[in-house]
C-alpha cells in the first residue's frame, strides 16, 4: 500500500493499527466483565467502553519512549504500548506473573519498561507525578513529551490546576488530556462547573487548549501528535479536552440509571471503532479483513484467559516484597 495513502492525513497503516487496539480493548474488557460476572475475578471493575478512541489514539501519538500516565478507563493506552492481554488477565487474576505479582486486580498497573506509569487514585493525584516526570525531561536538555490523563471531575481538584501552574510556569513538555465523559462519577458536567468547555480553563494557566472529538480516534491522534512536537521543541504544556460519553457506570457495580436513556442512544450511534470503520472499510480494508481481525483478537484473548486463570498464586511468603526498600 502507497505510503501516501491517509484517511484525514493519517498513514492507514496507522489508521488500522488504531482499528486493532480499539477493538482488543473492547473485546478485552467485554471478557473481563463477563468473568467478573462469574465470580472468576473479584474487587472492582471499571470499563473504558466507548472512549477507547481516547486512550488508544493519545497513546500511539507518541514515541516510545515517551511516558504515559494512564486512568482507570485507558486499558488502551497499555494495549497500545505493547501490553499483551495475558499480561492484563495475569493481573485481575491476581496471579504471580501479572505486572503486580499478585498484589492488586483492579487497572492499577503497568509496566515500566514500556514507560506507562501506574494509575494513582484519586484523580488527578498522577498528574503532579507526570509534570515531575516532565520537568526532569526538560532539565536533562532533551525533552520528552510526558501525557498525562483525567476525567472531567477530576478538573476540579486541586491537584489538577496546581499541576497546571506548574507545568506553564516551568514550561513542561507535558501533553494533558481531560476525557470529558460528562459524568464524572454520577455528576452531570452542568452541575460541575458553569465554562461551557473545560479547555477554556487553560488559558488561565497561559496554556494553549483545544477541544476535540474523543470519538474520533484520528481527531485525537492528531491533536496529541501536534501537542507532543510542541513539547519536544521546549515550547511547554498543552491542554486537550476530548468530548466523549461513559457508556457504562462508573465500574461494574453502577447501573448508571442517572444517564438519560436518549442520551446513551445519541453517543451509540457515534462509536469510536464503529466510525472508524466506516472509513476504512471497504476502501483500506476488506470486509473479510475485518472479520479476520476480529477472530484473531478473540482467539488470542480467549487462549489468554485460559492460560491466565491456570497460572500459579502469588506465594504468601512473598507478600512484603517491594513494600519496604
Not at 207 to 219: E, F, K, L, R, Y
Not at 220 to 227: D, F, I, K, N
Not at 277 to 305: F, K, T, W
Amino acid at each position: 500500500m502507497p505510503e501516501s495513502v491517509t484517511v484525514r492525513g493519517l498513514p492507514v497503516e496507522v489508521a488500522r493499527n488504531l482499528l486493532e487496539t480499539m477493538i482488543k480493548s473492547r473485546y478485552l474488557e467485554d471478557r473481563l466483565h463477563s468473568l467478573y460476572l462469574q465470580s472468576r475475578i473479584q474487587g472492582r471493575l471499571i470499563s473504558g467502553r466507548g472512549q477507547e478512541a481516547i486512550a488508544v489514539g493519545a497513546a500511539a501519538a507518541l514515541e516510545p519512549d515517551e511516558v504515559i500516565c494512564p486512568v482507570h478507563r485507558d486499558l488502551g493506552s497499555h494495549l497500545q504500548r505493547g501490553t499483551p492481554p495475558l499480561a492484563v488477565l495475569l493481573h485481575y487474576f491476581r496471579r504471580q506473573a501479572g505486572p503486580s505479582r499478585g498484589r492488586d486486580g483492579d487497572i492499577h498497573m503497568a509496566e515500566w519498561s514500556r514507560r506507562v506509569f501506574p494509575m494513582v487514585s484519586h484523580l488527578p493525584d498522577s498528574w503532579p507525578i507526570a509534570v515531575g516526570i516532565a520537568l526532569a525531561s526538560r532539565l536533562s536538555g532533551r525533552p520528552r513529551a510526558v501525557l498525562a490523563l483525567s476525567g472531567d471531575g477530576a478538573s476540579s481538584a486541586g491537584l489538577w490546576h496546581e499541576s497546571l501552574n506548574l507545568a506553564a510556569v516551568f514550561k513542561t513538555p507535558n501533553v494533558f488530556v481531560i476525557e470529558n465523559n460528562q459524568y464524572a462519577y454520577s455528576t452531570p458536567t452542568s452541575k460541575q462547573f458553569t465554562i461551557e468547555r473545560l479547555a477554556d480553563r487553560g488559558a488561565a494557566y497561559g496554556i494553549p487548549s483545544s477541544t476535540v472529538d474523543g470519538n474520533d480516534v484520528v481527531a485525537v491522534y492528531l491533536a496529541v501528535q501536534q501537542a507532543a512536537e510542541r513539547a519536544r521543541s521546549g515550547d511547554g504544556p498543552t491542554l486537550i479536552e476530548a468530548m466523549t460519553m461513559r457508556m457504562d457506570g462508573h465500574a461494574v457495580h453502577d447501573p448508571a440509571d442517572y444517564v438519560p436513556k436518549k442520551l446513551l442512544d445519541e453517543w451509540r450511534k457515534r462509536d469510536p471503532i464503529d466510525r472508524l470503520i466506516a472509513e476504512l472499510v471497504p476502501g483500506h480494508l476488506g470486509a473479510n479483513e475485518l472479520n479476520d481481525l476480529r477472530s484473531r483478537i478473540q482467539r488470542e484473548i480467549d487462549g489468554a484467559v485460559v492460560e491466565a486463570e491456570s497460572a500459579a498464586l502469588p506465594d504468601p511468603a512473598e507478600l512484603m516484597d517491594g513494600v519496604y526498600a
